[in-house]
């Protein structure tokens, strides 16, 4: 069963940093791109990052970058997220999902349930 | 960089109608590249449709997608208890990969 499963939320104060992770498992990580979408409480879908299967290709949504990044480690079957200088609208569920491809431009085939990140003094 | 809107917010249907959800993207999608996605209350999102028409696996055959261009539709043919659901659209081939807004399907 391919199976994705987020760790690492919670709640943290503006301006510091928090790291999530996602571990993967049931189908082969490193054949596929692996990305970050996240939900604001009662809100839409909001992609936030991507990666290749090889780490060669990452894309960052302009509402994040330059304060997360996206990393992975196909020998532990895991994606991470790191997310620095957080601030109070960056609180939502992060969910980790698996791209149907390996480069990084596909469409989401697997969501994991969700960490959830809460931004707040 | 592709702005979605999706139309109607709010869809209020009875379970056995017809449901007709629109997504328009502010400049044409290249190579079919739209999915759509059904998400319930309290659950992860799922995927539905993939390249406009192609069902995820799983998916039954009440719900279809077509479109070209900038304009994408996604159609249940007869709505199930279980449909009952917020629907996105989403397109890719490109980075970013941009969701449109939803649209709500509820119970009249």
């Known amino acids: 069963e391919v199976q994705l499963v987020e760790s690492g939320g919670g709640l943290v104060q503006p301006g510091r940093s928090l790291r999530l992770s996602c571990a993967a498992s049931?189908?082969?990580?490193?054949?596929?791109?692996m990305h970050w979408v996240r939900q604001a409480p009662g809100k839409g879908l909001e992609w936030v990052s991507g990666?290749?299967?090889?780490?060669?290709?990452?894309d960052y949504a302009d509402s994040v970058k330059g304060r997360f990044t996206i990393s992975r480690d196909n020998a532990t079957n895991s994606l991470y997220l790191q997310m620095n200088t957080l601030r109070p609208e960056d609180t939502a569920l992060y969910y980790c999902?698996?791209?149907?491809?390996?480069?990084?431009?596909?469409?989401?085939?697997?969501w994991g349930q969700g960490a959830l990140v809460t931004v707040s003094s | 960089e592709i702005v979605l809107t999706q139309s109607p917010g709010t869809l209020s249907l009875s379970p056995g109608e017809r449901a007709t959800l629109s997504c328009r993207a502010s400049?044409?999608?290249?190579?079919?590249?739209l999915a759509w996605y059904q998400q319930k209350p309290g659950q992860a999102p799922r995927l539905l449709i993939y390249?406009?028409?192609i069902r995820a696996t799983g998916i039954p055959d009440r719900f279809s997608g077509r479109g070209s261009g900038t304009d994408f539709t996604l159609t249940i043919s007869r709505l199930e208890p279980e449909d009952f659901a917020v629907y996105y659209c989403?397109?890719?081939?490109?980075?970013?990969?941009?969701f449109g807004g939803g649209t709500k399907v509820e119970s009249k």
């Open positions: 400049q044409s999608v290249s190579s079919s590249s």
């Open positions: 999902t698996k791209d149907f491809l390996p480069v990084g431009i596909g469409w989401f085939d697997t």
């Open positions: 049931g189908f082969t990580f490193d054949d596929y791109a």
């Open positions: 990666i290749s299967w090889n780490s060669g290709r990452i």
């Open positions: 989403q397109q890719y081939g490109s980075s970013p990969l941009p």
């Open positions: 390249g406009v028409s």
